[in-house]
């Protein structure tokens, strides 16, 4: 009974060390079982792990490996993300969390829910917590709650704009027109589409060619 003691009481001052020692970073994490590897370079925990980030973001898992000296935090197994000030949701098998430059990625398939109402799905992508804003180099296909159906390129959401833009995309509106645009930039706020060399095919089957082009996307209507 004592060496249990003793070990339960080793235990409690292992993770008061260590959450007081990220404290300055604003970090804080927690999971069931926590272990110091490589002389305290390495710290993992597995089990209902809870990681919060300023507390307005929070993360879940299975599993997570924070290495010291490099300041990175790799968080596995069933990822949840939530940034409240954002409405950002987000879910993936495998997050990265860098301290050093406050960015959240992913090089693998991830899911992001924006304002309960942009479901979007990704190959890869960046959040830049401190500048609000999250990034793809590769596909990314977006469908939003009124079934308006986006594929594009070269993905940027400007969170303090409430704005997305991207490149070589197509449109398809839930009355099943289609649009073909170069570049593109949609309001998220009056639900409006801004692009530019588009080819148009309505839902007859007519075809159209534009230079530039407004889009309500609520209502269909071109100007």
């Given at each position: ?75 596995l ?138 889009i ?6 071109l100007?």
């Amino acid at each position: 009974m004592k060496n249990k003691k003793e070990i339960i009481f080793y235990y409690l001052i292992i993770m008061f060390f260590y959450n007081f020692a990220i404290s300055s970073e604003k970090i804080d994490y927690s999971s069931d079982t926590i272990k110091i590897l490589e002389d305290g370079k390495i710290i993992s925990g597995e089990g209902d792990v809870q990681i919060t980030i300023d507390e307005n973001i929070f993360i879940s898992s299975e599993k997570f490996e924070y290495n010291k000296e490099t300041g990175i935090y790799r968080i596995l197994n069933d990822v949840q993300f939530k940034d409240s000030i954002n409405n950002i949701k987000a879910s993936g098998s495998e997050f990265i969390l860098s301290t050093v430059d406050n960015k959240i990625l992913s090089k693998k398939k991830s899911k992001v829910i924006y304002n309960e109402t942009y479901h979007i799905d990704l190959n890869n992508f960046e959040y830049d917590v401190d500048n609000q804003k999250i990034s793809s180099d590769d596909f990314v296909k977006i469908k939003d709650n009124i079934n308006n159906y986006f594929e594009l390129y070269e993905f940027v959401f400007e969170f303090k704009t409430n704005k997305f833009s991207g490149k070589k995309i197509k449109f398809i509106d839930n009355q099943q027109n289609k649009y073909f645009l170069n570049e593109v930039i949609v309001s998220t706020d009056d639900d409006k589409l801004y692009g530019k060399e588009i080819k148009f095919t309505d839902n007859q089957q007519n075809k159209y060619s534009l230079n530039e082009v407004m889009i309500n996307t609520d209502d269909k209507n071109l100007y």
